[in-house]
């Protein structure tokens, strides 16, 4: 039965369904009292919706703003954009700072408006480019937008548009009169997404992107009542050409806040590692690999690094540096780094595989793997397969598998306690591998020493 609530409600069984018995109507007085209540909650929790810019100093997100940004942040709820092109199938690390900065605003009663660049994807953004971006064909372009939707929507919920709607269907007659003649070319060569590309050169198709980006945010002001443009730095000039158009067509006043383009302490660009770029996209940046580029942080960068790419409050963040500083060998602040984004971009149960793969790679027993988590090993360690009928010598196995280049290397390495089946040391009376050894029923981790590990999968 459903246990009595306040006013006279029931509480719903465990299916949503409602208990199968009679339920009064509350009178009018208890309904009263009732929306008094939620009225309390709903107050209570306006409370302590948290002040942007404030938020954002103290977490060092905060890198310029537009004068009246504050006021327009006081006066009420503010919608706002923040865009991203879809020249790739997936965004990468350096784009969870914008992902943030959205996720603050949402969190700070405001109104987040996804733009997805269907239309000025098609030319592309010189910002921050030396050279000229390859065109990417509209095919690609429309399905790398709806990709690159579904990674932001695992952090904040928003309002999606696309700037194809719009765009491409543009009357260059029209454009020009409407919105060029507000930009003198003088203007243009002030911002730094053009000045930048001088000497190397840019075509006309890339110098019109400030101008397509402007019309943008003049679109969104007039569909959505967008007020507030977030970007990088370097989006800077982009978006108060925006700003300028939107006065000089409509009267009306907008804003902008851009955010820092992150570095790590050594000068080098986030986000980029020996083997690449680090991608949200799983298919293009296992969760394992997502982890460990976490892990991996450098521990002068750990703390700036928790502020910008988590919701951990202060205390929580400086506790955790105190503890690098004090034992950095342990590095809790990089796991609770690595735990929190991989869960936020991958899913939970991705970076508990994530976390249990990597502990085993740094010595802890491997027994707790599951087959999704000895799969991922595949790809992290040697990997070979081997035919098992209940039991298997581990010299024969070694050697007769390339791990070892002979069987009386195999015997050495056992008689010196060198060779480890799992975490179980091999000696010369217990070289039978059998079946209480594999690992979900048909892997085991042979480990020569401290750190050379080679998965075997028993088909």
Known sequence: ?????????????????????????????????????????????????????AELEWR????????????????????????????????????LVQIMGLVHLERSGHRPVLLVGGGTGLIGDPSGK????????QATIETNAQRIADQVRRFVTFDLVNNAEWLTSL???????????????????????VSARMDAGISFTEFSYMLLQAYDFLELHRRQGVTLQIGGSDQWGNITAGIELIRRTTGNEANALTLPLVTNSAGTKFGKTESGTVWLD???????????????????DVGRYLRYFTLFDREEIESLEARVAQYPERRE????????????????????????????????????????????LRSEMPYVTANFDKAIDAVELTAGHG?????????????????????????????????????????????????????????
């Open 333 to 376: 602040a990089q796991n609770a780094l690595a735990r929190d984004v991989t869960t936020r971009v991958h899913g939970s149960d991705a970076a508990a595989s994530a976390a249990r793969v990597s502990a085993v790679l740094f010595g802890a027993s491997p027994s707790d793997l599951t087959v999704d988590d000895l799969a991922t």
């Open 60 to 95: 060092g997100l905060k890198y310029q703003h537009t004068a009246g940004l504050a006021e327009a942040l006081a006066a009420g709820q503010v919608a706002a954009y923040c865009g991203f092109d879809p020249t790739a199938d997936s965004l990468h690390v350096g784009s």
């Open 171 to 193: 009357n260059l007659v029209e454009f020009l009169r409407d919105v060029g003649k507000h930009f003198t070319v003088n203007y243009m060569l002030q911002k730094e997404s």
């Open 1 to 53: 039965m459903g246990q009595e609530l306040p006013f006279g409600l029931k509480r719903l069984n465990p299916r949503g369904k409602r208990e199968q018995q009679s339920l009064e109507v509350p009178p009018s007085s208890v309904v009263v009292r009732l929306l008094g209540h939620i009225r309390k909650i709903s107050d209570r929790f306006a409370r302590v919706k948290i002040d942007l810019l």
């Open 403 to 459: 791990i070892l280049a002979s069987k009386g290397e195999a015997r050495r390495l056992i008689q010196q306690g060198g060779l480890y089946v799992n975490d179980r040391r091999v000696t010369p009376e217990t070289t039978t591998i059998g079946t209480d050894d594999l690992l979900a029923g048909r892997y085991v981790i042979l480990r020569k020493g401290a750190r050379n590990r080679t998965l075997i999968e028993f088909v």
């Open 130 to 137: 030396a050279n000229e971006r390859q065109l990417v064909d």
């Open 282 to 300: 799983p298919a293009k940046t296992s969760p394992y690999q997502f982890y460990q580029f976490w892990i991996n942080i450098d521990d002068r």
